[in-house]
C-alpha cells in the first residue's frame, strides 16, 4: 500500500478531460469512481473504462469467509480501492477499541488497497451503540481524544486513514466551535489528509446557516486528498417543527454540491480522488455514469479557472 | 469541557426514546441523574430540539437496517456450509 497518494495515481485517463492542467506536474491525475454496492456490481464491471477507482465498505469485509476476501481482491486487482470504514468512532474522548482497529489492519493486509479512511465522528459510547456517524461536540478536549485515536489507528494498521468530515442533522451539542475551527483543529494537530464530503458540507451550511465555500476557503486544501459527493432529501420534525436536509445518499447530487468541487478544483493544486456516494434506491446505470462525468466537467472546469489564473 | 460522561449521555439521548422523552420533560434533573456536571448541564439548555428529533429517527432507522442485514453469525454460515456438503442443503 502506498502512503502518500499523491504518487499512487497512476492511473488510467485517455480522455481529454483527463490531462492535467500545464501548471501541475506530470504525475498529477483527478480521479473519479464509485462507492462499491453490490447492487451497481453488474453496471460498474461492465463500464470499469468510466470508473477511475472503488471505494469499498471495509465494515462489510471485516467478519466474511475467505471468499468474499478472494472476491474483493479480485476486484482490487481491476480498479484501485480505497477501504472505507464507518465503525470505529474516531472523533470521541473515548478510546478506539483496538481490537476493532486490528481487523482493520488484517484486511488491509489482505487487500493492500490504495488507502483507508474514517469519518469523525463517534458511534458509541457508556456501552450503547448509536448505530450511525454522530456528530461529536466539537471542543479541544474532543480533538485531543481525536487525535489520540487517528495516533493509534495509524500506529495498528501501519497507515494514517483519511478523516471524513460529517453531515449532521442535530447542531452537535455542547460545541465550542464552528465547523471550519473544528476541521482545522483536527488536520493542524494530526499528518492525517482529510476525505471532504462536500454534501456533507452543503447539507450542514444548510441546516446551520453558514456558506459551505467559507469552510473551504479556511481549511488547508494541502491537506484534501479525496472527496465525497451524494445526495440527500429534507426531512420533516413532527414535533418540534422545523426542517433539515438529510444525507441520505439516496437521490443524485445536486447542481451546489458539483459547483463545490468545481471550486475546490479551482483552489486546489493537490490531485483529487473523488467518490461518488449511492446507497439505494438505484438508478439505472447509465445515470450514475452521468453523475460521473459531471464531476469530470466540474472539476475540468475548476482546472482551467485555475490554468487561466495562473498563466 | 466535554467529557466521556457528556458523550455517553448523548448516545442515550440518541437512542432511548423513553429516556429522551424524560429529558424533554425535566433535562436538568435529567442530566445530573446521569452524573454531568453544571456547564454540562448549561450547555443542554441551548439543545437543538428540531435537529435531537430527527436524528434520533435518522439514528433508529439505520439501527434497524443493520439489524436486518446483518450477516448470519459464524456458527450459523459454518453450519450451513456442513449441510451444503451432505447434500442437505442447496449451495
Given amino acids: 500500500m502506498k502512503k502518500d497518494t499523491q504518487k499512487s495515481y497512476g492511473l488510467p485517463g485517455t480522455r481529454e478531460f483527463h490531462q492535467p492542467p500545464t501548471f501541475i506536474p506530470h504525475s498529477f491525475r ?29 465494515d462489510d469485509f471485516l467478519d466474511v469467509p475467505a471468499k468474499e476476501i478472494t472476491a474483493l481482491k479480485t476486484l482490487a486487482a481491476q480498479r484501485p480501492v480505497i477501504l472505507h470504514g464507518v465503525s470505529l468512532g474516531m472523533a470521541s474522548t473515548h478510546r478506539v477499541e483496538a481490537r476493532r482497529l486490528e481487523k482493520f489492519a488484517r484486511l488491509i493486509e489482505k487487500v493492500k488497497p490504495e488507502t483507508w479512511s474514517e469519518h469523525l465522528a463517534f458511534v458509541r459510547a457508556g456501552g450503547i451503540e448509536i448505530g450511525h456517524l454522530a456528530a461529536p461536540p466539537r471542543t479541544a478536549s474532543v480533538i485531543d481524544g481525536t487525535l489520540s485515536n487517528l495516533e493509534t489507528a495509524r500506529k495498528i494498521t501501519g497507515i494514517a486513514p483519511f478523516i471524513e468530515n460529517v453531515a449532521t442533522l442535530i447542531d452537535p451539542p455542547g460545541s465550542r466551535m464552528n465547523e471550519a475551527e473544528w476541521l482545522n483543529g483536527i ?125 | ?40 448541564i448549561e450547555e443542554l439548555e441551548r439543545l437543538d430540539l428540531t435537529g435531537l428529533e430527527l436524528a434520533a429517527e435518522s439514528f433508529s432507522r439505520k439501527r434497524l437496517w443493520k439489524e436486518k442485514h446483518r450477516p448470519p453469525p459464524k456458527w450459523k454460515r459454518a453450519t450451513r456450509r456442513i449441510l451444503e456438503l451432505l447434500g442437505i442443503a442447496r449451495a
Fill in chain 1, 30 to 58: 483527478d480521479c473519479i469512481g464509485l462507492g462499491w454496492r453490490p447492487q451497481l456490481a453488474i453496471g460498474i464491471l461492465s463500464h470499469l473504462d468510466q470508473i477511475d477507482i472503488l471505494e469499498v465498505m471495509a
Fill in chain 1, 187 to 311: 488536520v493542524n494537530g494530526c499528518e492525517n489528509d482529510l476525505l471532504l464530503d462536500l454534501h456533507n458540507l452543503y447539507a450542514n451550511g444548510v441546516n446551520f446557516d453558514f456558506d459551505p465555500l467559507g469552510v473551504i476557503s479556511t481549511i488547508p486544501l494541502e491537506r484534501v486528498g479525496q472527496i465525497h459527493l451524494a445526495g440527500g432529501k429534507w426531512v420533516t420534525a413532527r414535533n418540534q417543527g422545523g426542517r433539515r436536509l438529510l444525507d441520505d445518499h439516496l437521490h443524485d447530487v445536486p447542481e451546489p454540491v458539483f459547483t463545490l468541487l468545481e471550486e475546490v478544483a479551482f483552489r486546489s493544486a493537490r490531485s483529487l480522488t473523488v467518490t461518488i456516494e449511492r446507497d439505494g434506491a438505484f438508478p439505472p446505470f447509465v445515470e450514475v455514469l452521468r453523475e460521473i462525468e459531471a464531476a469530470r466537467r466540474a472539476i475540468a472546469r475548476g482546472r482551467e479557472r485555475r490554468r487561466e489564473v495562473s498563466a
Fill in chain 2, 1 to 40: 469541557m466535554t467529557s466521556p460522561a457528556f458523550e455517553a449521555f448523548l448516545a442515550r439521548l440518541y437512542t432511548d426514546e423513553a429516556f429522551r422523552d424524560d429529558f424533554l420533560d425535566r433535562p436538568e434533573e435529567t442530566a445530573r441523574g446521569f452524573g454531568l456536571d453544571e456547564k454540562e
